[in-house]
């Protein structure tokens, strides 16, 4: 235990999957460090308590009852920060007057999900001090950045430009830009949304899901645009000292029976996460090139992953039958564990930042096919930089099949493998005793040990006369 008294940080985390994960597993890391932690979540997408019974729990009125959140719209985003913004300030109000009576612990900050917007706001009027979660790369914060400080140059664009690069972005293209578009135009609410979630407010830190050996120069230089402290305390999964499970669906654990009776490294496991949807055609075209390639295949088909299915039922006639055992199909697989296995060879992945950071870790290389947000950010990186898998080029059959292939069985996939195997190594040595992340973590809990536990008010403004 490093801290000498007992404080409590309360984290608020964003209700999808990708974001909830990393802000679980933080919790778990503080914890270990001597804080007490308190959960301040949706209702949409609420944590399993009976997983973190070293956390309390607080549920916020999210405001969104009947709404499908499984997508959420920016219209949904806005309203679930308006919504959520009294239900927060009272329960901060009510720790802080236990507080005061000394019948509860010190109230040392708040972090919070940078799309939490409102938590900025909260916490400037109670004056306690905040700190922004970036649960993705240095890389996507730069890029939105980036772009961000001169839409005009990106937007629109012709199709004829998406495989255009982006020099002052290498290696992204036009077709790479983070920022969803419509006809290769953006809309204005969401450049504002990205501004909004881009910006550190009145935080006094901000703690990142990367790694600083990883990342440096892209770390500097937003510290130097951002001038607060950053704290990259990555990787999260590796770092909490128990791992426990964050996963908001109901895993299918049986698809660790079908792995144990497979050959060492042949396996290719598919899952693009818990959030992208695709349409029938894409699922075709991959059902095909999985069975063209004739390697063995653990894929992962969401309830509601595919536009006008519920599950797997948009696979050809007869398709699992054909493929036979080679083949497994599940709705939901406890992913660390599946990319843990010996029998992995390889990782079809969406490229979200979690599942990067856990395929690296287990020295996975990937197959890259990314649908949206830091997705293709980390996609481009992936292939292009650190060589550490391959980019789909195309939802085609022939493609999928040849890219499995090059990946499973030929030099180039050793290659990759190699890179991957190269950067566990210096993951990992960030991680040790006298590493980066390791060092990193420390120096986060020394400056939230010391931060004032109420904040000075704003100093007034003198108009001159």
């Known amino acids: 235990m490093r801290v000498e008294r007992k404080q409590s940080v309360v984290l608020v985390p964003f209700l999808l999957q990708g974001h909830l994960t990393p802000m679980l597993q933080l919790g778990s890391i503080l914890h270990s460090q001597g804080f007490s932690v308190i959960v301040a979540h949706t209702q949409h997408n609420a944590p ?31 309203d679930l920060n308006e919504n959520c913004k009294a239900p927060l300030r009272n329960y901060l109000v009510s720790m802080m007057e236990e507080e005061e009576e000394e019948e509860g612990d010190q109230l040392a900050c708040i972090v919070y999900d940078n799309v939490m917007l409102f938590v900025d706001d909260v916490a400037t009027q109670l004056r306690l001090p905040s700190i922004v979660l970036r649960t993705y790369s240095a890389a996507y914060l730069h890029s939105m950045l980036t772009i961000l400080q001169q839409p005009e140059k990106y937007f629109p664009f012709e199709d004829s430009q998406l495989l255009d690069p982006l020099p002052e972005l290498h ?13 290769n135009t953006v809309q204005a609410p969401l450049l504002e949304f990205s501004r909004s979630m881009c910006d550190v407010g009145s935080s006094v830190a901000t703690i990142w899901n990367t790694m600083q050996d990883l990342e440096n120069s892209l770390l500097l230089r ?14 999260f999964h590796k770092m909490v000292p128990v791992a426990s499970s964050t996963s908001i669906l109901q895993e299918d654990n049986s698809c660790i029976d079908w792995l144990d009776r497979q050959a060492p490294d042949s396996v290719l496991y598919v899952s693009l996460g818990s959030l992208v949807r695709i349409d029938d055609k894409e699922l075709i075209e991959t059902a095909w090139g999985l069975a063209n390639s004739e390697q063995p295949f653990l894929w992962v088909i969401r309830p509601g992953s595919v536009y006008g299915f ?17 083949g497994r199909i599940v709705k939901w697989a406890p992913q660390k ?25 287990e020295e996975v290389p990937l197959i890259c096919r990314p649908f949206l947000a830091d997705q293709p950010v980390n996609a481009r990186y992936l292939s292009q930089i650190y060589k550490a898998g391959f980019e789909l080029e195309a939802i085609e059959r022939t493609v999928i099949d040849k890219t499995i292939r090059k990946l499973m069985l030929s030099e180039e996939g050793k290659d990759v493998k190699k890179r991957v195997v190269d950067m566990k190594q210096n993951i990992v040595a960030a991680m040790q005793i006298d590493g980066t992340s390791h060092k990193n973590l420390n120096d986060l809990v020394d400056f939230i040990s010391a931060l004032p536990s109420r904040l000075a008010p704003p100093t007034p403004v003198v108009e001159q006369s």
């Open 48 to 78: 399993n308590y009976t997983n973190h019974p070293q956390f309390v729990f607080h549920s916020m009125d999210d405001g969104l009852q009947g709404i499908d959140m499984s997508f959420p719209s920016l219209e949904n985003i806005y």
């Open 171 to 183: 290696p992204l293209r036009f077709k790479d830009i983070p920022i969803t578009t419509v006809n």
């Open 222 to 235: 937003l510290q130097e645009h951002y001038k607060v402290p950053f704290f990259p305390i990555g990787p």
């Open 310 to 326: 519920q599950c797997a039922e948009a696979l050809p006639d007869g398709y699992e039958e054909m493929v036979g055992e080679r």
């Open 337 to 361: 564990q599946v990319l843990a296995h010996p029998a992995v060879a390889g990782f079809f992945t969406h490229c979200g930042w979690n599942s990067t950071l856990e395929s690296i870790l």
